[in-house]
Structure formats: structure tokens, C-alpha cells
């Protein structure tokens, strides 16, 4: 790691990460405090409604039995798909900026002229992520925290026992940000990367979506990264499951590393 | 310029039958050549000449796709720490982080560098008329340039790697980066100087490598060439001679029309005088050698020079 180079990305990305955590923040206390109006008691009849059960099971990844008590509620934003954007969106601009955006603007030469390896050049501009990603997870932990004690749900549910759902989506990003980072190491156009990034994200997310409905989805779910991102269960379960972080962080390190390798084999084309 | 052994401590970069294709079009096909030490060496070639290419494959940007290269007998692909620790480079078309001062660019890739030193920085910067306060975004095209310069000379490298320094500069600038490469060079620093503007390298540089089509057509000093090239000469023969004169063979004749007779003299001064002496004539004009013609002759034709 170097740390000039690290910093001088921490300076790019510096005001991204604030904006894209206030956000993270800010959604979970207007999404739960818009829950104080709701009315449990009658909407559980419509909600048991097979067809509306396996909607609710295909977003959650959780039966309504068990997202719907007032305890459990207060991990729907973590699987809100407007903190699942937020989240994707700060880490896939960061990991496409990084590689394909330096060699796209050609500052990529700057970087590559410093007697510096590629490897090390590789971990000091995306060992941002492993900075970014806790942040993000933490400032949705943070804006459920003051969500729940300043909203109703106060009596029922408190902001630390959503505390291992932290480490589950920091676990998530940071898969994300790996798989990112290893296709922006394979283009030399940030444009294709983020989309190629983003591609690969949304199969996955309708992948764990269809697989509730659809037996032949189920039987390849395992292959989508939101399988192992299950905040219901980490809330159930009273800690976080390790058979999930392990994969998570099995990706993670894993198309990490197959973009280093990428990365310093690759040529590096004029801009 | 001759092909010498790969390990001669005095060859600061060593290419050898270097070739990088991309499917079937040919960047750079079996260059070879050699730069000494405290030589400013000028690379020469038209748009698409593959200088470029040369040059990051000597920045271990790009990988080789055949023969060999080596940067202070180290290489270029492998051992880019080493290397890049000597070198200062910059690339043909400079683009720097847009959010940074110019300052804090130059503070930026020192730190990388691990030095902390700005004094070299600050001289050059103020030499080029530089304002390090400004954000990047806001230079123009160059005021990057100058930029640019500056961090590849700041760490004082023993190796220059220049892709055309002097395209975005007024004739001014120009001047002071001369005077600093001459600097270096007279520090027994090398300079790899790429350009396509044959007053340049001429001006500034004692050895030269062309490039035509991704091949080396010469590498040679700057004498050589001008030896080559031949100066040209006019002579007005006496209003009787009605024929063009038997010519020696350093004379290549161009034109003889109403009694001037115009070519180009290859030959020893000597010899030029003692047939001009027998031919008579009622006025001679002798011009120095035209290295444009030369330069355009390497672009068209086929013909190689390697010394």
C-alpha cells in the first residue's frame, strides 16, 4: 500500500462517500418513521395472502411470519432496494473510477511511471473500498438506530440488536466492490465497466427475486451474491451467519485478486 | 549507432528486435537500437510512426510481443520498480488529476516517490512560468504541459523518457525546456527525446532514431545524416558550355537548364572545390545540408541506415 496514493484517493472520493452515507443514513429514519402509522394488525390478513407471502419471501428472502412483527422491521431498510443502490452505486463508481476511469483519462500513466509495482499501485487506489464499505454499512446502522429511537417502534426493537447486520452488508459491499473492481481491471472504458458491473448486480438481485417463484431459479440462487445477504436472518439468528460472510468474503478476496492479476498483465493502452 | 551486446553498462536502453503487433497491424516491428549515457537521443518519426509505442514499451506500459529491451540492463516489464526510480517520464498527451492544485499533484507524486523535497519542483515551475496554486481543471492545454514537465524532471532521473515535451509550449517554454534537457544531458543524464519536428531534434539532440511504419530506418548521429543529406550546390557554367560537365559520383545531379547546373554534393569539401575549380564557373552557390530532404526520404523510401 502506498500511502500517498491512497490518500490521493480518499481526496477524490472523499465528498462521493459523505453524500452517498448521509443518504444511508437519512433513508432508514424517514422509512421507519413512516412505519408509525402503519396498522399491523389489519394489513396481516392482506400480507398471508399467498401470492403477496412470496412477494414478500422474494424481496426479503424471509416469510411475512417473520418480517412482520414490529422487532423485525427494523431491518427492512437494510434490504430496502434504495440502500441496495446506494450502497452499489458509491462502490461500483468508486472500483470502475479507479482502474478503467485512470487508464480511460490517461492518468493511469502517472501512476504507472512511480516506482511502484502494479500490484502495489492496485492496492493503494481500491483498498478504498475497504474503507468505504463499513462506512456505508454503518451510516444505514446508524440512521436505523435514530429511526427506531426517536419513531413507535422505540419499545420494541433497539438499534443494537441490528448491530451483525453491519458486518453482513460491509461483507456484501465489499464483495460488490470486489467483483467491480475485477471487471473495471478487465476494460479500459469506465462506461462498460459500470455497466457491465451493474449487469452482473442486477442478475443477481433478480435472480434471489425470481428464485421464490420459480424452482429452476432456486436450484442456481446459489450463484447470486444477495443469497448470502439475509439481514432477517442475522436478525433471528442473534448474530451473523458465518457460512454467509465466509462466501461473501471468499468473493471478495477472490475477484479482488483475480483484478490484481488482470491488472498486472494487462497492457496499458494510450488514452 | 551499433548493435552491441545486451550488458554494457554504457548503454543506458538496449532494444533488440522489439516488435509489438496488435492481430495483424505491426506498432512496432523488430526495432533495434541503442542510447548511451549523457546522450539526448532524438526519436523521430511521422503520426503513427510508432514512437509512442517504443516508448511504453520502455515504461513497461505495454508487453513485447517479440525481442527484448532493457532500461539500465533491467527489465521493463519485470522490474518497473527499479526502473521507474531513474526515470522520468512523460507521456505524449499529459493528463493530470483534475481535482488537485498543481501543487498538491506535484506534493502527491513526490510522496509516492517517497521523497519530500519540493525545491526542484518550485525552481522548475517558476522556470516554465508556472502557477502551482491553480487547480488542474482550470490550466489550459499548456500550462499541463509545463505540469507535466515538471514531474517528470523534479526527482532529477539519471533517464528522460519524453513523448513530444514541447507540442503544447510557445516557442519561449520551448526554449527553457531545452535548457534543461541540455542541463541534464551535460550532467551526464540521458535524454529520450520523441518528436515529430525535425528543427527540434536537430536542434537539440546528437543522435537520432527515425521510424517509419513501426521500423527503425536509421539511428545515427546527427553528423552522419548531415554528411548524408550532401549540401546543395549551384554553378553557372560559362555562357560555351552547352552540356551538362562530366560530374564526379559524390555529385547527384537534380537539374541543368540556361547554363545552371543544380545537385547535391556528397563528397569531401576538397574535392567539391577542385571540380568546381576545372569547371570555371562564373558564380557558385554552396548550401548547407537540406535535412528535410533527408527526413522525408526516410519517410518514403525503403531505405535503412543503421551504424
Not at chain 2, 519542483?121 to 508556472?130: D, I, K, P, Q, W
Not at chain 2, 551538362?244 to 541543368?256: I, K, L, N, S
Amino acid at each position: 500500500m502506498n500511502v500517498a496514493l491512497f490518500q490521493k484517493t480518499a481526496y477524490e472520493q472523499r465528498w462521493l462517500l459523505l453524500m452517498t452515507a448521509a443518504g444511508s443514513a437519512a433513508f432508514p429514519i424517514i422509512f421507519l418513521h413512516a412505519f408509525d402509522a402503519f396498522d399491523f394488525a389489519h394489513a396481516e390478513a392482506f400480507l398471508n395472502l399467498p401470492f403477496v407471502n412470496t412477494l414478500i419471501r422474494a424481496l426479503t428472502g424471509s416469510n411475512v411470519s417473520e418480517v412482520l412483527n414490529r422487532q423485525s422491521l427494523a431491518a427492512f431498510p437494510f434490504i430496502h432496494p434504495v440502500i441496495l443502490a446506494l450502497g452499489w452505486t458509491y462502490v461500483v463508481a468508486m472500483a470502475t473510477r479507479s482502474l478503467a476511469g485512470e487508464i480511460e483519462n490517461g492518468t493511469g500513466e502517472i501512476l504507472l511511471s512511480l516506482p511502484l509495482t502494479r500490484w502495489r499501485i492496485y492496492a493503494s487506489v481500491t483498498g478504498w473500498l475497504v474503507v468505504a464499505c463499513p462506512v456505508l454499512a454503518c451510516a444505514t446502522w446508524c440512521g436505523a438506530t435514530i429511526g427506531l429511537t426517536t419513531g413507535e417502534l422505540r419499545d420494541t426493537a433497539n438499534g443494537w440488536s441490528l448491530r451483525y447486520i453491519v458486518v453482513n452488508e460491509t461483507a456484501m459491499l465489499l464483495a460488490v466492490g470486489g467483483l467491480a473492481v475485477l471487471v473495471s481491471s478487465l476494460s479500459v472504458r469506465r462506461g462498460r465497466a459500470i455497466a457491465c458491473a451493474f449487469g452482473i448486480l442486477l442478475s443477481s438481485f433478480l435472480l434471489n427475486v425470481l428464485a421464490a417463484f420459480w424452482p429452476v431459479a432456486e436450484r442456481v440462487a446459489f450463484a447470486g451474491i444477495l443469497r448470502y445477504y439475509r439481514p432477517y436472518v442475522v436478525l433471528r439468528e442473534g448474530g451473523p451467519n458465518m457460512t454467509d460472510l465466509v462466501v461473501l468474503s471468499v468473493v471478495a478476496i477472490v475477484t479482488w485478486t483475480a483484478g490484481g492479476i488482470v491488472f498486472t498483465r494487462r497492457d496499458i493502452p494510450a488514452a | 549507432m551499433t548493435r552491441r551486446g545486451l550488458d554494457n553498462p554504457a548503454d543506458v536502453v538496449v532494444i533488440d528486435r522489439l516488435s509489438k503487433h496488435y492481430g495483424a497491424t505491426r506498432a512496432l516491428d523488430e526495432a533495434t537500437f541503442t542510447m548511451r549515457r549523457g546522450q539526448l537521443l532524438g526519436f523521430l518519426g511521422p503520426n503513427g510512426a510508432g514512437k509512442s509505442t517504443a516508448i511504453r514499451l520502455l515504461m513497461g506500459l505495454l508487453k513485447p510481443t517479440a525481442g527484448r529491451s532493457l532500461v539500465f540492463g533491467l527489465d521493463p516489464w519485470r522490474q518497473v520498480k527499479e526502473i521507474h526510480a531513474r526515470v522520468g517520464y512523460l507521456s505524449g498527451d499529459v493528463r493530470l488529476y483534475r481535482d488537485l492544485t498543481g501543487r498538491q499533484t506535484v506534493r502527491t507524486i513526490l510522496h509516492a516517490r517517497r521523497l519530500s523535497n519540493c525545491a526542484e519542483a518550485e525552481r522548475l515551475a517558476e522556470s516554465l512560468r508556472l502557477d502551482l496554486r491553480t487547480r488542474v481543471r482550470h490550466y489550459s492545454t499548456g500550462m499541463k504541459q509545463k505540469l507535466g514537465i515538471v514531474l517528470a524532471l523534479m526527482h532529477r532521473p539519471e533517464l528522460l523518457i519524453l513523448d513530444e515535451p514541447t507540442a503544447a509550449l510557445d516557442p519561449l517554454m520551448q526554449q527553457v525546456v531545452y535548457r534543461e534537457l541540455r542541463a541534464a544531458a551535460r550532467e551526464g543524464r540521458s535524454v529520450l527525446f520523441s518528436s515529430h519536428s525535425l528543427a527540434e531534434v536537430e536542434s537539440l539532440c546528437e543522435h537520432v532514431v527515425i521510424l517509419r511504419s513501426g521500423r527503425v530506418v536509421a539511428a545515427t548521429s546527427m553528423e552522419s545524416l548531415k554528411r548524408r543529406a550532401g549540401r546543395q550546390v549551384s554553378v553557372r557554367l560559362p555562357p560555351t558550355a552547352k552540356m551538362a560537365p562530366d560530374r564526379p559520383t559524390e555529385f547527384v545531379q537534380e537539374d541543368f537548364r540556361n547554363g545552371l547546373l543544380r545537385g547535391r554534393w556528397t563528397g569531401p569539401a576538397s574535392a567539391l572545390l577542385n571540380w568546381l575549380a576545372a569547371l570555371s564557373p562564373e558564380e557558385v552557390v554552396i548550401q548547407p545540408p537540406n535535412l528535410e530532404d533527408v527526413f522525408l526520404n526516410f519517410y518514403q523510401s525503403p531505405a535503412d541506415v543503421v551504424e
